[in-house]
């Protein structure tokens, strides 16, 4: 085969070329499975997380059996202390998980500026949505504060603090616009928690429907707004 001058002169910077693509490529296949690897870890470990909510809110800590969790998750027994070293770590990690799963839709919901008559309904719906959709989530959070798992109170509480912390910042802000007058903000906050999370939690309980419960969105908001106003006047 006859090469021209300008092809053999190319030929050291081609091969070069080659080389390092070749080094990447292996790099690159190297990096693949730790990727893959990772992702299906955190999969496994959301998915335990998920089962352990349920069965932890159908037992209790004490009775919920961890060889069960393992099996509902899809993994073998003794696969599930990979990830968590006994009973008392998976549930902690449960707790974090809840309130992270909370909290990004709490300050989704207050995230969007307007009125505060619209953010607190707004507030008020997005726990109607986590009522719906992760019921048993609010039962495990609720056992720990009051109930059967009260050793983890300590951990719990952090989430009604952050809780309140963001309700906190968007009655600031509603002060500040003139929207309502009041110097204690953190009781402020802890009763718009009390009319939003802790009624849609007692309405389920009381059997009504998620249309009902849904209607009230308007009227408590406005009391929460009144009962501010009158409090500061």
Known sequence: MLLIVGEIDSL?????????SKKRLKSCEGAMP???????RNATRQRILREA???????GFDQANINVIAEQAGIGKGTIYLYFENKQELFLAMLRSIAQTHLAAIRAALATRGTLQTRLERLFQAF??????????????????????RAFQEEATKLV?????????????????????TN???????????????????????????HMITQQASMIAQHIINGVKTHAT
């Open 12 to 20: 050291p910077s081609k091969m070069l070329y080659w080389k390092n």
């Open 128 to 149: 109607m949505q986590l009522s719906r959709e992760d019921r048993d989530s609010f039962n495990v959070h609720m056992s720990a504060l009051y109930g059967v798992n």
């Open 184 to 210: 204690d903000i953190e009781a402020t906050a802890l009763l718009v928690l009390s009319l939003t999370k802790s009624y849609v939690l007692s309405a389920r309980v009381l059997g009504w429907s998620e």
């Open 53 to 59: 909510i349920h069965e932890f809110a159908r037992l």
């Open 161 to 181: 603090r952050d809780y309140l912390a963001v309700i906190s910042l968007v009655l600031e802000e509603s002060r500040d616009a003139g929207e309502i007058q």
């Open 34 to 40: 730790k990727i893959v690897d990772e992702q299906m």
